[in-house]
């Protein structure tokens, strides 16, 4: 069964609905957005899984390593049953298997299969700060897209729905105006000036939106910090690989 874009809208990017405030921020087209987000592109890839139940969902993963280590989150495929990522370059599908995952982090550790020499993103030497410009870059709506904004708080906690697993609570998160959308989640926020420009902060994760009658508008994004991401990825290398000796 594919899932219908709403509902797919809700899986692929965890969404917190509250009462009308404030919109997100409107950024003007930035040339140094656009180029930190062309920095990292190269090593995007687009994720699709078939959870158990048949529902297909998508959302975004980064290329960690030249042979095909991907991060992403654990509620694009918390219970998969295959895995395929896209837009390598040569325009067809890999497979992909699940090394890896950590629930309460939301994050999650995939290897491409028989992949070699990929492009991959670089990561930020130093921790997101408030006010920082940054643009989130993922696949919303199934399209590769940008959306500029500004780091607003750092050590955020937010409970936010999938509808697979239910509430599920994420601490120590960055919050941004940049509109994240459906689609994203596991896409990189990148940092548009400075000596990291063009190098990633964070892991998109959630967006929170208001409701008018029928209509939603984005209001807040949210990301885990590069830095407790990766550490959190090699944790899941360490006890996938202490599993498979012992196996």
């Known amino acids: 069964?594919?899932?219908?874009?709403?509902?797919?809208?809700?899986?692929?990017?965890?969404?917190?609905?509250?009462?009308?405030?404030?919109?997100?921020?409107?950024?003007?087209?930035?040339?140094?957005?656009?180029?930190?987000?062309?920095?990292?592109?190269?090593?995007?890839?687009?994720?699709?899984?078939?959870?158990?139940?048949?529902?297909?969902?998508?959302?975004?993963?980064?290329?960690?390593?030249?042979?095909?280590?991907?991060?992403?989150?654990?509620?694009?495929?918390?219970?998969?049953?295959?895995?395929?990522?896209?837009?390598?370059?040569?325009?067809?599908?890999?497979?992909?298997?699940?090394?890896?995952?950590?629930?309460?982090?939301?994050?999650?550790?995939?290897?491409?299969?028989?992949?070699?020499?990929?492009?991959?993103?670089?990561?930020?030497h130093d921790p997101a700060e408030i006010g920082q410009a940054v643009v989130a870059v993922g696949n919303g709506g199934g399209r590769l897209g940008e959306h500029p904004g500004r780091i607003t708080g750092t050590g955020r906690t937010l409970t936010a729905q999938d509808p697979e697993a239910g509430p599920e609570t994420i601490r120590g998160l960055l919050q941004t105006d940049a509109r994240l959308t459906p689609g994203d989640s596991g896409g990189p926020l990148v940092a548009t000036t400075g000596p990291d420009a063009g190098r990633v902060v964070g892991m998109d994760t959630a967006g929170l939106f208001v409701r008018h009658g029928e209509r939603t508008t984005p209001v807040a994004g949210y990301a885990i910090p590069i830095e407790r991401a990766l550490e959190i990825a090699r944790r899941i290398e360490d006890r996938a690989s202490t599993d498979q000796h012992e196996a």
């Open 1 to 124: 069964m594919l899932r219908s874009m709403l509902v797919i809208s809700v899986a692929m990017t965890a969404v917190a609905v509250v009462p009308a405030g404030p919109a997100a921020a409107v950024h003007k087209p930035d040339p140094a957005a656009k180029r930190a987000a062309q920095a990292v592109i190269p090593g995007l890839v687009y994720i699709q899984s078939q959870l158990s139940d048949g529902v297909i969902v998508g959302g975004t993963g980064m290329v960690l390593t030249r042979g095909g280590e991907v991060l992403t989150n654990y509620h694009l495929v918390h219970d998969e049953v295959t895995v395929g990522v896209f837009d390598l370059g040569d325009h067809r599908v890999h497979h992909a298997h699940v090394v890896g995952v950590d629930a309460t982090h939301d994050v999650a550790v995939l290897q491409i299969e028989q992949v070699r020499d990929l492009p991959i993103v670089h990561l930020a």
